[in-house]
């Protein structure tokens, strides 16, 4: 990969990584102010689910957003792009796609093929 790339995908993974902690903080000013509502009986069963979707948001940004500060961490030590499970390159279509994958499609796919 050349440096042009990397540069580019540097700035796209430092963005993502500003918008998702601006959105992680969001949703835990929502948990916060759904907890304020804490004694309100009526309403007790709905604002549990809410909580919980909220801290699924929250919990799925996490895996992101350590996604994305390792590959910032990658391209710093020049292994940007590199499938973590068998070293192959990754194609630049497949990291435009998600910058922050750390896997090469045929890995990713047996991955996912072992969890089923
Ligand atoms: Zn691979």
């Not at 993974?13 to 835990?28: A, F, I, V, Y």
């Not at 979707?53 to 940007?80: G, H, P, Q, R, W």
């Not at 990754?90 to 045929?106: E, G, N, Q, V």
């Amino acid at each position: 990969m050349n440096k042009q790339n990397l540069t580019m995908f540097k700035k796209v993974l430092m963005q993502k990584k500003t918008e998702l902690l601006n959105k992680t903080g969001n949703s835990q000013r929502m948990v916060a102010a759904l907890n304020t509502n804490v004694g309100d009986e009526i309403d007790t069963a709905s604002q549990n689910s809410e909580k919980e979707i909220y801290f699924e948001i929250a919990s799925n940004d996490k895996i992101t957003l350590s996604a994305i500060d390792d590959s910032l961490v990658k391209i710093e030590k020049s292994t940007y792009g590199c499938c973590e499970n068998c070293n192959s390159v990754i194609p630049i279509k497949r990291l435009d796609a998600i910058p922050w994958t750390r896997y090469c499609i045929r890995c990713q796919e047996e991955a996912e093929g072992l969890r089923r």
